[in-house]
C-alpha cells in the first residue's frame, strides 16, 4: 500500500483480467474465471500485483462466487479506503457443466 499525494482528482484505477480458481462450497467442484477490478484513490493505492494476491488468499478457501465478490471488496475497501471501488467477477462452474443443467459455456 502505498500513499498518494494528487493534486486535482484522482482518476479510475483499473486492473482486469485476473485469472483465479476456486472451489464451491456446495458441490465441491472447481470453478475459476477473471475478476475485474476498478476504484476510484482517496489517499492510498495498492501495487498492481497485490489485487491477485488478495484474491487469491480468499480463492484459496471453499467458496461461492457472490462471497468471493464481497470480500474482495470489502478487503480492498478497508485496505484502500477508496472514494469508490468496483468488483466483477467471469468464472466457469465445474457444477454448471459437468452435472445438473450440463451448460459447459455458462459463465
Do not use: W
Request: aromatic share 6%; hydrophobic share 45%.
Amino acid at each position: 500500500v502505498f500513499d498518494l499525494d494528487l493534486e486535482g482528482d484522482a482518476q479510475v484505477v483499473a486492473v482486469r483480467d485476473i485469472h483465479f480458481h476456486s472451489l464451491c462450497e456446495h458441490h465441491l467442484l472447481p470453478f475459476s474465471g477473471t475478476a475485474h477490478v476498478a476504484y476510484i484513490p482517496h489517499k492510498k493505492i495498492l501495487g498492481l500485483s497485490k489485487f491477485a494476491r488478495l484474491l487469491d488468499a480468499f480463492a484459496r478457501r471453499p467458496q461461492v462466487q457472490e462471497r468471493l465478490t464481497k470480500q474482495l471488496a470489502q478487503g480492498l475497501d478497508e485496505l484502500l479506503q477508496p472514494q469508490v471501488v468496483m468488483i466483477a467477477l467471469e468464472a466457469s462452474h465445474s457444477c454448471m457443466s459437468i452435472r445438473g443443467v450440463r451448460e459447459p459455456n455458462a459463465k
